[in-house]
């Protein structure tokens, strides 16, 4: 198996692409998606200061360093989760990355700083651990981003995730979703703007992106989120990529070219609907709709809670 | 040779040389969802495996939307 560059060894084949790569030119042509992912749906300006959503996995460790390479500013942002021993060993990867390359990274724990946790949020809400755990990330890298002055907030979000999350919508037909799933979300009403770099790479690149580069990320699934909806998807979808490479790209971007701006309409009625009378978290200042937010009312729900050890479900409260 | 596999973390005894492409088609490990991985560095599909090697069979999909 030869490079396509270089006709050097290989070490990894994109059947995908029709491509193989010696580690150098599989790396640059990493570098090369994000960088054409970030000009085709305007991400970044060349002088924008990014704020990277970290979370010691792969995704996370390897956007923030190609944003670096390509010459971004960017800083991380980590919470502690407190998923156990898997949000202290995940976190521990965040901050190795950073202090070996002398980077800012910004933290938050959640019980430390907010009172509670993820699993017992979930215990509290009596709804799936991923529910309070991604309303609580996007509330806090939202938060940062615009106390911090940054100009956006850059996710790990990878093609598998994307292509996972519009089949997810494609399913049920929830065209309110499927008018939002853009790699962009601009900027609006005391919102950040978030992008998606990764999105023109799988996750079998991002791993190997991490291997070649020396970058030590958790590797274990969270406890959390084994067997959920979104995995199934992903495995589904790879049985279909393996007989027919290329798939996930095709359903994903021609999505994006041909099938996304027919479901706007139902996106823009649903914000809308949702902000008409978009005020102020009268206790954070976060944009909400409601008088506090439900970031806020998640703080509040769980502050009497008995916190969770995990594998424990109880419902017991102080 | 050895072959270590996550999510759960387990080591199988595997009879060598073997082809990468084999060895996951044995395991029904679709190609997609891992990396091999031998010392460190990643090895291709084509890629002829020893029996003294120490191979890891690395998942690559997470769970969080």
Not at chain 1, 80 to 101: H, K, N, P, Q, V
Not at chain 1, 132 to 155: E, P
Not at chain 2, 5 to 19: F, I, K, Q, S
Request: net charge negative; proline share 4%.
């Amino acid at each position: 198996m030869k490079c396509r560059t270089c006709r050097g060894p290989a070490i990894i084949d994109l059947k995908a692409h029709n491509a193989n790569f010696c580690a150098e030119h599989f790396l640059a042509f990493c570098r090369e998606q994000v960088a054409r992912a970030i000009k085709k749906h305007r991400m970044l300006g060349p002088d924008e200061r990014v704020l990277v959503a970290v979370s010691g996995g792969k995704d996370s460790l390897a956007v923030w360093d190609i944003l670096l390479e390509l010459g971004y500013q960017a800083d991380g942002f980590v919470i502690g989760l407190g998923i156990g021993e898997y949000s202290e060993t995940s976190t521990g990867y965040a901050r190795a990355f950073a202090s070996e390359r002398g980077l800012t990274l910004h933290e938050t724990s959640l019980r430390d700083d907010h009172g509670f946790d993820v699993p017992t949020a979930a215990e509290v809400t009596r709804r799936v651990p991923c529910s309070a755990c991604g309303l609580s990330k996007r509330h806090l890298f939202d938060k940062a981003a615009i106390d911090g002055g940054y100009d956006a907030v850059a996710t790990g979000h990878n093609l598998d995730d994307e292509a996972a999350v519009l089949f997810g919508n494609t399913l049920r037909w929830n065209t309110e979703y499927l008018g939002r799933q853009r790699p962009v979300l601009p900027a609006r009403d005391g919102f950040p703007r978030k992008i998606k770099p990764l999105v023109r790479l799988g996750e079998r690149e991002m791993a190997a992106y991490c291997v070649i580069r020396g970058i030590d990320y958790i590797v274990e699934e969270c406890p959390m989120a084994a067997g959920n909806k979104h995995l199934r998807y992903k495995e589904a979808l790879n049985a279909i990529e393996a007989e027919s490479p290329g798939s996930k790209h095709a359903f994903y971007h021609e999505f994006l070219s041909k099938a996304a701006d027919r479901f706007a309409d139902d996106a823009a009625g649903a914000i809308a609907d949702g902000t008409s009378e978009l005020g102020t978290c009268t206790r954070c200042g976060s944009p909400s709709s409601n008088e506090v937010c439900a970031f806020c009312l998640l703080v509040e729900r769980t502050a009497d809670a008995v916190p969770v050890t995990l594998g424990e479900r109880r419902g017991a409260r102080r | 040779m050895k072959v270590l596999l996550r999510n759960p973390r387990r080591e199988l005894d595997v009879d060598g040389p073997v082809r990468v492409d084999t060895l996951l088609r044995r395991l029904e490990i679709n190609r997609e969802s891992v990396l091999v991985i031998r010392s460190g560095e990643l090895v291709p599909g084509d890629a002829e495996l020893g029996d003294d090697d120490v191979i890891e069979i690395r998942p690559v999909i997470s769970g969080g939307a």
